[in-house]
């Protein structure tokens, strides 16, 4: 077993929760707090029922998620969002979210994550939003359109659709995870001519074919496993506990 304070205080000085600007709804760090112990470390995208349950029967407990019990907002405690947050401290399960601080993190974060996936071993930083730079970049040379896509495919498994905008040979790969789509023309004037990014709302493929660039939507979620898994994997490793990744895809 562990302190569940000390994990706590690993995670929120290793990914600078207290510097990192967010969403209103994402409240990094401890969402739901437990007895104060933890014998196993489950991981997942979205803090849902499914998944909560799942949790539960795997005997987690401390789950660490991407978008946590909040990202709705406020709302009554009744119908699912009851029966989630009565069955998590009815089974002794802490819940821990992190948002854009696990995104830009440069070794366990989602962008840089993917990036490597993908081949990318050389990515900086990029896309300046609320003081930080929320992406990562790379230069490539003898890179298609079309393998590029390939590589995408079979890296998350999914199918993933492109908006072609830009020039069949890419040069300057821009990623940003989850839901970056509508970013695109300000991608652009960063000199990106390929963009991978979860979704976006439908005027982005027509907006990423008027300013020169690949568009690719690779899933929200899948995207979105990488920093999850991996940031799971580094507290079990340093806290001497099991871990999971608790895999329940939306598909989108």
């Known amino acids: 077993m562990a302190e569940l304070a000390s994990i706590i205080a690993d995670v929120d000085e290793c990914l600078r929760i207290g510097e990192t600007p967010d969403y209103p709804p ?4 401890l969402q739901l707090t437990n007895d104060g ?4 470390i489950g991981a997942a995208v979205d803090a849902c029922l499914p998944v909560v349950e799942q949790a539960v029967e795997e005997e987690v407990d401390l789950l660490v998620v991407h978008h946590g019990l909040f990202w709705g907002g406020v709302q009554a405690i009744k119908g699912a969002y009851y029966e989630k947050l009565k069955l998590a401290m009815e089974h002794n399960l802490a819940i821990l979210s992190v948002h854009i601080p696990l995104d830009v993190h440069e070794e366990y974060g989602n962008n840089v994550l993917l990036a490597a996936a993908l081949g990318l071993e050389e990515t900086v ?8 730079l929320l992406g990562r970049r790379a230069s490539v040379s003898d890179w298609s359109r079309d393998e590029l896509h390939r590589r995408l495919q079979e890296t998350l498994g999914v199918p993933v659709h492109c908006a072609p905008g830009g020039p069949d040979e890419v040069r300057e ?3 940003i995870t989850g839901g970056a789509g509508a970013e695109v023309a300000a991608v652009a004037e960063e000199g ?3 963009f991978i990014t979860g979704e976006g709302p439908h005027h982005s493929y027509a907006l990423a074919e008027e ?6 939507y690779a899933g929200h ?3 979105e496993t990488f920093g999850v898994k991996a940031l799971a994997a580094h ?6 506990l099991p871990h999971l990744f608790i895999d329940h895809p939306s598909g989108l």
């Open 211 to 216: 300013v020169g660039v690949n568009l690719f």
């Open 125 to 132: 930083p990029f896309f300046p939003w609320k003081g930080i």
């Open 173 to 175: 790969i821009g990623i």
């Open 221 to 223: 979620y899948a995207t």
């Open 235 to 240: 507290l079990a490793e340093r806290h001497g």
């Open 192 to 194: 990106i001519d390929t």
């Open 26 to 29: 994402a409240h990094n760090g």
């Open 37 to 40: 112990f933890v014998g196993k």
